[in-house]
């Protein structure tokens, strides 16, 4: 039992409890003078306002480890939180879930 899924995504293994978020990548390493094997993965979250019930939008940006740079400006992927990579980098991707298609 090395791997685990529970139903709130999240990986457990022989490190703890990773967490998976799914997110747009926004900027990928393709445009000269961006960091290499590096993509920017804009994560959108949903809550209930406490007070005034209204439903607000969220958006957070995560830094993600991209191996062979094979993901796109508006690819769907799912990332995976990891051990620090560099000074920003906490998460890698894992895999991609859709891709746009090309006009």
């Known amino acids: 039992m090395d791997e685990q ?18 997110g747009r990548v926004v900027s990928d390493s393709s445009n000269p003078g961006r960091a290499k094997k590096t993509v920017i993965v804009e994560v959108e979250r949903r809550y209930r306002h406490a007070t005034y019930g209204k439903f607000v939008r969220s958006l957070k940006r995560y830094r993600a480890h991209d191996e062979k ?10 990332i995976r939180e990891s051990r620090p990579l560099s000074a920003t980098k906490r998460w890698v991707v894992v895999r991609l879930v859709k891709r746009p298609e090309e006009v």
């Open 69 to 78: 740079d094979e993901y796109r400006t508006n690819d769907i992927v799912e």
């Open 5 to 22: 899924n529970n139903h709130q995504g999240q990986e457990r293994t022989k490190r703890g409890t990773r967490r998976h978020l799914q």
